[in-house]
């Protein structure tokens, strides 16, 4: 799918935010009560980096897949003369200003970086009090985790491989059990490299909202399988009832606690969890998880780019390229100097520039291969024409852009030859 009504800048964000909807009112609407937590863990991670990357992929799609798209794409046909104003905003033929805007100045990227940064301080702001908390408390190692004595209220929780205690809690009772083993799933889940992930990508997409919301979701499924897991260690001792216990320690210590929402075991969500306690045989749903299936490749065909040579005549992309880049050289400017350069070149797999040469002469015929583009700049007042030819300048120029086409690498360009005659010309100043 393309969105010619967005510049190249913003397509990109465009379709990862709408990937992400359509993933998470998938999710929203079918798997959000589903007791297959592990699935759901495992949709957020897959969901996320699908959302990330298919916007950058190639397909290789049907000609008849994309005709309706190419019919709003064209906007720049063969041997038509473009005017690009080289010493105001880039702009190139009617129905172009989509994509042929300037480029973005500079603050516009150090004010994105400042809001990544802001997402991103409570990030490291957390993983410093670790670190302090690490320093301050005595540890002992245990069978693959690390156990830290401490009476801190925002304890026990866990990082990595790391337990914070708090040695109120005694560990030999069945609630001290209950608590650890929610917290050695947590440990061994690796839950840990899940919230760095997804913190580190929502702060860096910040403008996608709907990473804010699977990284919410993402928490409660941990929780859900670690009380899971815990659960069936109570179930292994005799006597009492180990749901009804468990869920009235959540019940208690969030009530008593000042600081409800600080660790794992009793963090927010309390009352989805103690639902999902007391009545854990939601809908599995095996249809609902396999459907996601045939809704990633849909996904896949509408928003994945697709490369040139379905959407456009050959041409007409090494057009936009030029377009582009080509710039009035300096030199033929202040010399007063105007000059119609016809040049060929020959484009081999993977964008290689296989050979460039200047013609002479305009290439005749109004193929998909040819193109003309007129290049117009404002001529000083005080500049006179001089004897000296400026062809070589102008030639230079054109190889300089053409010697750019490998490192292109947002268009794929068809293998061909191609010929284009670049007229350069002056206008009086105003």
């Not at 061994?188 to 804010?212: G, I, K, M, Y």
């Not at 969030?254 to 794992?264: F, L, Q, V």
């Not at 050289?329 to 119609?340: D, I, S, V, W, Y």
């Not at 005659?421 to 002056?426: A, E, G, H, P, Y």
């Amino acid at each position: 799918m393309n969105l010619p009504f967005l510049t190249p800048l913003l397509a990109y964000p465009a379709k990862m935010t709408l990937m992400s909807a359509f993933f998470h009112i998938y999710y929203r609407l079918f798997l959000r009560n589903s007791s297959r937590h592990a699935y759901n863990r495992f949709y957020f991670l897959a969901t996320t980096v699908l959302a990330l990357s298919i916007p950058l992929l190639r397909l290789p799609l049907p000609d008849a897949w994309t005709t309706a798209i190419s019919r709003t794409d064209l906007f720049i046909q063969p041997g038509q003369a473009t005017s690009i104003d080289i010493n105001a905003a880039k702009i190139g033929p009617p129905g172009a200003s989509g994509w042929l805007l300037p480029r973005q100045p500079m603050y516009y990227y150090i004010a994105y970086i400042a809001i990544a940064l802001l997402f991103l301080w409570p990030l490291l702001r957390t993983l410093r009090y670790l670190f302090l908390l690490s320093r301050i408390h005595a540890s002992e190692r245990m069978p693959g985790f690390r156990l830290y004595h401490t009476r801190d209220p925002g304890t026990p929780f866990s990082f990595l491989r790391h337990l914070f205690w708090n040695d109120s809690i005694p560990l030999d009772t069945a609630k001290g059990q209950a608590i650890l083993q929610h917290e050695l799933v947590h440990i061994r889940q690796h839950h840990s490299l899940d919230l760095l992930f997804f913190e580190t990508v929502r702060a860096l997409a910040w403008c996608n909202p709907f990473f804010h919301f699977q990284l919410r979701d993402l928490k409660l499924v941990h929780e859900f399988l670690a009380d899971h897991y815990a659960l069936q260690t109570l179930a292994l001792q005799p006597g009492g009832h180990a749901r009804a216990d468990y869920a009235e320690w959540l019940v208690l210590e969030a009530a008593g606690s000042a600081h409800p929402s600080t660790h794992h075991f009793y963090s927010a969500h309390l009352k989805k969890r103690v639902t999902m306690i007391l009545q854990p045989s939601g809908p599995r749903g095996l249809l609902r998880q396999t459907l996601v299936l045939p809704l990633t490749i849909l996904l896949c065909c509408a928003f994945a780019q697709t490369p040139s040579r379905h959407l456009t005549a050959p041409g007409r992309e090494l057009m936009r390229f030029y377009l582009r880049g080509i710039r009035y050289p300096p030199a033929a400017l202040q010399a007063g100097k105007e000059q119609t350069v016809s040049f060929s070149l020959r484009i081999g797999e993977h964008n290689q520039l296989l050979a460039f040469n200047s013609t002479g002469t305009e290439p005749a015929g109004d193929s998909a291969n040819t193109g003309r583009i007129t290049v117009t700049a404002r001529a000083k007042a005080e500049t006179l024409p001089t004897g000296e030819d400026k062809k070589d300048v102008f030639e230079e120029e054109l190889r300089t852009v053409s010697a750019k086409i490998p490192v292109d690498t947002t268009i794929a360009y068809p293998p061909g030859e191609y010929a284009f005659t670049i007229i350069f010309r002056l206008e009086p100043a105003q």
